[in-house]
Protein backbone atom coordinates (compact mmCIF):
# COMPACT_ATOMS: atom_id res chain seq x y z
CA UNK A 1 0.00 0.00 0.00
CA UNK A 2 1.15 3.38 -0.93
CA UNK A 3 -0.60 5.98 -0.20
CA UNK A 4 -1.74 6.53 3.67
CA UNK A 5 -3.83 3.68 5.02
CA UNK A 6 -7.70 4.37 5.48
CA UNK A 7 -9.56 1.47 7.85
CA UNK A 8 -13.14 2.22 7.71
CA UNK A 9 -15.15 1.04 10.18
CA UNK A 10 -18.97 1.09 10.01
CA UNK A 11 -21.94 -0.47 11.91
CA UNK A 12 -24.80 -0.06 13.89
CA UNK A 13 -24.77 1.43 17.46
CA UNK A 14 -23.46 -0.48 19.93
CA UNK A 15 -21.36 -3.12 18.07
CA UNK A 16 -18.43 -1.91 19.50
CA UNK A 17 -16.73 0.65 16.63
CA UNK A 18 -15.36 3.17 19.25
CA UNK A 19 -13.69 1.20 21.17
CA UNK A 20 -12.43 -1.27 18.66
CA UNK A 21 -11.21 1.73 16.39
CA UNK A 22 -9.51 3.43 19.12
CA UNK A 23 -7.23 -0.20 19.68
CA UNK A 24 -6.83 -1.13 16.36
CA UNK A 25 -5.20 2.79 15.78
CA UNK A 26 -3.57 2.30 18.79
CA UNK A 27 -1.92 -0.73 17.90
CA UNK A 28 -0.98 0.72 14.45
CA UNK A 29 0.19 3.42 15.30
CA UNK A 30 -3.14 5.00 13.08
CA UNK A 31 -5.11 7.98 13.90
CA UNK A 32 -8.42 8.24 14.83
CA UNK A 33 -11.52 10.07 14.03
CA UNK A 34 -15.50 8.79 15.49
CA UNK A 35 -17.69 10.41 12.83
CA UNK A 36 -20.88 9.81 15.29
CA UNK A 37 -19.15 11.94 17.94
CA UNK A 38 -19.61 14.96 14.95
CA UNK A 39 -23.06 14.53 14.43
CA UNK A 40 -23.49 14.07 17.94
CA UNK A 41 -21.46 17.46 18.21
CA UNK A 42 -23.35 19.06 15.41
CA UNK A 43 -26.75 17.89 17.42
CA UNK A 44 -25.90 19.25 20.50
CA UNK A 45 -24.77 23.13 18.89
CA UNK A 46 -28.36 22.77 17.19
CA UNK A 47 -30.17 22.56 20.54
CA UNK A 48 -27.84 25.29 21.99
CA UNK A 49 -29.19 27.43 19.02
CA UNK A 50 -32.73 26.51 20.04
CA UNK A 51 -33.04 24.65 16.17
CA UNK A 52 -36.27 23.23 15.43
CA UNK A 53 -34.73 19.72 14.93
CA UNK A 54 -38.10 18.75 13.05
CA UNK A 55 -37.66 20.80 10.53
CA UNK A 56 -35.01 20.06 8.14
CA UNK A 57 -34.97 23.49 6.58
CA UNK A 58 -34.06 24.78 9.62
CA UNK A 59 -31.67 22.22 10.28
CA UNK A 60 -29.79 23.10 6.87
CA UNK A 61 -29.44 26.53 7.35
CA UNK A 62 -28.59 26.51 10.79
CA UNK A 63 -25.86 23.52 10.01
CA UNK A 64 -23.76 26.05 8.15
CA UNK A 65 -22.50 28.17 11.61
CA UNK A 66 -21.72 25.40 13.70
CA UNK A 67 -18.00 25.12 14.13
CA UNK A 68 -16.31 21.41 14.74
CA UNK A 69 -12.92 20.62 15.54
CA UNK A 70 -12.15 17.04 15.71
CA UNK A 71 -8.84 15.47 18.05
CA UNK A 72 -7.10 12.12 16.20
CA UNK A 73 -5.51 10.54 18.86
CA UNK A 74 -6.67 7.08 19.60
CA UNK A 75 -5.76 7.57 23.25
CA UNK A 76 -6.95 11.13 23.86
CA UNK A 77 -9.72 11.70 20.92
CA UNK A 78 -11.25 15.01 21.26
CA UNK A 79 -14.32 16.66 19.92
CA UNK A 80 -15.20 20.67 20.09
CA UNK A 81 -18.58 22.72 18.83
CA UNK A 82 -17.82 26.61 18.47
CA UNK A 83 -14.87 26.30 20.42
CA UNK A 84 -16.42 24.69 23.57
CA UNK A 85 -14.92 21.00 25.00
CA UNK A 86 -18.28 18.96 23.90
CA UNK A 87 -17.07 15.73 24.48
CA UNK A 88 -19.58 15.05 27.61
CA UNK A 89 -22.79 16.80 26.59
CA UNK A 90 -22.62 14.69 23.51
CA UNK A 91 -23.45 12.01 25.21
CA UNK A 92 -26.97 12.71 26.95
CA UNK A 93 -30.01 10.75 26.24
CA UNK A 94 -31.54 14.65 24.64
CA UNK A 95 -28.20 14.25 22.34
CA UNK A 96 -28.89 10.68 21.41
CA UNK A 97 -32.50 11.12 20.97
CA UNK A 98 -32.00 13.64 18.38
CA UNK A 99 -28.64 12.99 16.87
CA UNK A 100 -30.91 10.66 14.21
CA UNK A 101 -32.93 13.51 13.32
CA UNK A 102 -29.95 15.64 12.49
CA UNK A 103 -27.78 13.06 10.70
CA UNK A 104 -30.85 12.59 8.23
CA UNK A 105 -30.26 15.82 6.68
CA UNK A 106 -28.85 16.09 3.24
CA UNK A 107 -26.65 19.20 3.76
CA UNK A 108 -25.85 18.61 7.27
CA UNK A 109 -24.18 14.97 6.11
CA UNK A 110 -22.27 17.00 2.97
CA UNK A 111 -20.87 19.79 5.68
CA UNK A 112 -19.71 16.99 7.64
CA UNK A 113 -18.41 14.49 5.04
CA UNK A 114 -16.24 17.43 3.61
CA UNK A 115 -14.83 18.45 7.13
CA UNK A 116 -14.31 14.14 7.54
CA UNK A 117 -12.20 13.98 4.09
CA UNK A 118 -10.06 16.75 5.56
CA UNK A 119 -9.31 15.32 9.03
CA UNK A 120 -8.04 12.34 6.85
CA UNK A 121 -6.03 14.30 4.10
CA UNK A 122 -4.65 15.96 7.46
CA UNK A 123 -3.53 12.27 8.72
CA UNK A 124 -0.21 11.35 6.13
CA UNK A 125 0.30 8.22 8.73
CA UNK A 126 -2.97 6.85 7.68
CA UNK A 127 -6.41 7.06 10.14
CA UNK A 128 -9.06 4.60 11.44
CA UNK A 129 -12.52 6.29 10.58
CA UNK A 130 -15.65 4.96 12.32
CA UNK A 131 -19.35 5.82 11.40
CA UNK A 132 -21.94 4.69 9.54
CA UNK A 133 -21.28 5.66 5.84
CA UNK A 134 -17.42 5.34 5.82
CA UNK A 135 -16.50 2.44 3.17
CA UNK A 136 -19.63 3.35 1.56
CA UNK A 137 -20.01 7.24 0.64
CA UNK A 138 -17.03 9.09 3.05
CA UNK A 139 -13.72 6.85 1.53
CA UNK A 140 -15.35 4.82 -0.92
CA UNK A 141 -11.79 3.27 -1.87
CA UNK A 142 -9.96 2.76 1.32
CA UNK A 143 -8.49 -0.09 1.20
CA UNK A 144 -9.55 -1.72 4.19
CA UNK A 145 -13.53 -1.49 4.81
CA UNK A 146 -15.06 -3.55 8.07
CA UNK A 147 -18.34 -3.92 8.72
CA UNK A 148 -18.54 -4.50 12.67
CA UNK A 149 -22.01 -6.37 13.94
CA UNK A 150 -23.18 -7.89 17.25
CA UNK A 151 -26.41 -9.29 18.55
CA UNK A 152 -28.92 -6.78 19.12
CA UNK A 153 -29.30 -8.06 23.11
CA UNK A 154 -25.25 -7.90 23.32
CA UNK A 155 -24.99 -4.17 21.90
CA UNK A 156 -28.35 -3.23 24.53
CA UNK A 157 -26.51 -5.14 27.42
CA UNK A 158 -23.22 -3.38 26.72
CA UNK A 159 -24.61 -0.20 26.31
CA UNK A 160 -26.59 -0.16 29.59
CA UNK A 161 -23.77 -1.21 31.45
CA UNK A 162 -22.17 1.63 29.92
CA UNK A 163 -25.06 3.79 31.16
CA UNK A 164 -24.56 3.11 34.80
CA UNK A 165 -26.97 -0.66 34.63
CA UNK A 166 -29.58 1.56 32.67
CA UNK A 167 -32.97 -0.95 32.03
CA UNK A 168 -31.51 -3.83 28.86
CA UNK A 169 -34.96 -4.12 27.35
CA UNK A 170 -35.51 -0.14 27.47
CA UNK A 171 -31.91 0.47 25.74
CA UNK A 172 -32.37 -2.58 23.39
CA UNK A 173 -35.76 -0.67 22.19
CA UNK A 174 -34.11 2.69 21.87
CA UNK A 175 -31.11 0.88 19.76
CA UNK A 176 -33.78 -0.32 17.40
CA UNK A 177 -35.58 2.77 16.75
CA UNK A 178 -32.12 4.06 15.96
CA UNK A 179 -30.66 1.19 14.01
CA UNK A 180 -34.36 1.64 11.53
CA UNK A 181 -33.67 5.60 11.42
CA UNK A 182 -30.44 4.96 10.54
CA UNK A 183 -30.69 2.36 8.20
CA UNK A 184 -33.73 3.36 6.91
CA UNK A 185 -33.08 7.37 5.78
CA UNK A 186 -32.57 8.39 2.27
CA UNK A 187 -28.94 10.02 3.22
CA UNK A 188 -26.39 7.62 3.53
CA UNK A 189 -28.29 4.76 5.24
CA UNK A 190 -25.76 2.59 7.30
CA UNK A 191 -25.05 -0.25 4.86
CA UNK A 192 -22.37 -2.49 4.52
CA UNK A 193 -19.84 -1.08 1.85
CA UNK A 194 -18.98 -3.08 -1.19
CA UNK A 195 -15.96 -5.03 -0.42
CA UNK A 196 -16.11 -4.86 3.82
CA UNK A 197 -15.50 -7.51 5.51
CA UNK A 198 -18.02 -8.28 8.02
CA UNK A 199 -16.63 -9.13 11.74
CA UNK A 200 -19.11 -10.14 14.06
CA UNK A 201 -18.09 -9.18 17.77
CA UNK A 202 -21.14 -10.95 19.60
CA UNK A 203 -19.00 -14.01 21.27
CA UNK A 204 -15.52 -11.97 21.02
CA UNK A 205 -14.27 -9.62 23.80
CA UNK A 206 -12.93 -6.27 22.82
CA UNK A 207 -8.80 -7.23 22.26
CA UNK A 208 -10.13 -10.42 19.77
CA UNK A 209 -12.08 -7.96 17.91
CA UNK A 210 -8.58 -5.76 17.32
CA UNK A 211 -7.14 -8.71 17.13
CA UNK A 212 -9.49 -9.55 13.82
CA UNK A 213 -9.10 -6.29 12.75
CA UNK A 214 -5.61 -5.89 12.99
CA UNK A 215 -5.12 -9.43 11.22
CA UNK A 216 -7.12 -8.20 7.91
CA UNK A 217 -5.37 -5.08 7.72
CA UNK A 218 -2.04 -7.07 7.52
CA UNK A 219 -3.45 -9.43 5.60
CA UNK A 220 -3.97 -6.22 3.34
CA UNK A 221 -1.34 -4.52 3.09
N1 LIG B 1 -16.28 -7.25 21.91
C1 LIG B 1 -16.76 -6.63 23.00
N2 LIG B 1 -17.09 -7.33 24.10
C2 LIG B 1 -17.62 -6.73 25.17
N3 LIG B 1 -17.88 -5.41 25.28
C3 LIG B 1 -17.57 -4.66 24.22
C4 LIG B 1 -17.00 -5.21 23.03
N4 LIG B 1 -16.83 -4.21 22.14
C5 LIG B 1 -17.26 -3.09 22.75
N5 LIG B 1 -17.69 -3.35 24.01
C6 LIG B 1 -18.29 -2.39 24.95
O1 LIG B 1 -19.59 -2.07 24.43
C7 LIG B 1 -19.89 -0.70 24.63
C8 LIG B 1 -20.25 -0.05 23.29
O2 LIG B 1 -19.09 -0.03 22.48
P1 LIG B 1 -18.75 1.18 21.53
O3 LIG B 1 -17.35 0.97 21.08
O4 LIG B 1 -19.09 2.49 22.17
O5 LIG B 1 -19.79 0.90 20.32
P2 LIG B 1 -20.22 1.81 19.10
O6 LIG B 1 -19.13 2.81 18.87
O7 LIG B 1 -20.38 0.84 17.96
O8 LIG B 1 -21.53 2.43 19.47
C9 LIG B 1 -18.67 -0.09 25.31
O9 LIG B 1 -18.92 -0.03 26.70
C10 LIG B 1 -17.55 -1.07 25.00
O10 LIG B 1 -16.56 -1.09 26.00
N1 LIG C 1 -20.89 8.47 9.74
C1 LIG C 1 -21.94 8.54 10.55
C2 LIG C 1 -21.78 8.43 11.95
C3 LIG C 1 -22.89 8.52 12.75
N2 LIG C 1 -24.10 8.76 12.19
C4 LIG C 1 -25.30 8.92 13.01
C5 LIG C 1 -25.88 7.61 13.42
C6 LIG C 1 -26.14 7.72 14.90
O1 LIG C 1 -27.55 7.77 15.12
C7 LIG C 1 -25.51 9.03 15.34
C8 LIG C 1 -24.48 8.90 16.44
O2 LIG C 1 -23.49 7.99 16.05
P1 LIG C 1 -22.63 7.21 17.14
O3 LIG C 1 -21.65 6.37 16.39
O4 LIG C 1 -22.12 8.16 18.16
O5 LIG C 1 -23.71 6.33 17.81
P2 LIG C 1 -23.46 5.19 18.86
O6 LIG C 1 -22.28 5.60 19.71
O7 LIG C 1 -23.14 3.99 18.04
O8 LIG C 1 -24.71 5.08 19.60
O9 LIG C 1 -24.94 9.63 14.18
C9 LIG C 1 -24.25 8.83 10.83
O10 LIG C 1 -25.37 9.01 10.34
N3 LIG C 1 -23.16 8.74 10.03
Known amino acids: MTSPLVVAIDGPSGSGKSSTSRG ?25 RGVDLDDPAAVASAADAVRLESGTDPLAPTIHADGTDVAEPIRTDEVTGAVSLVAA ?12 RRAIGEAPGGIVVEGRDIGSVVVPDAPVKIYLVADPAARAA ?39 VVVDGTHLTLDEVIDTIVGIVDAAS
Do not use: C, F, K
Not at 105 to 116: F, S, T
Open 158 to 196: RRAAENGGADAAATEAALAVRDQIDSTRAASPLVQAHGA
Open 105 to 116: VPHVRELLVDLQ
Open 24 to 48: VADRLGLAYLDTGAMYRAMTWALLQ
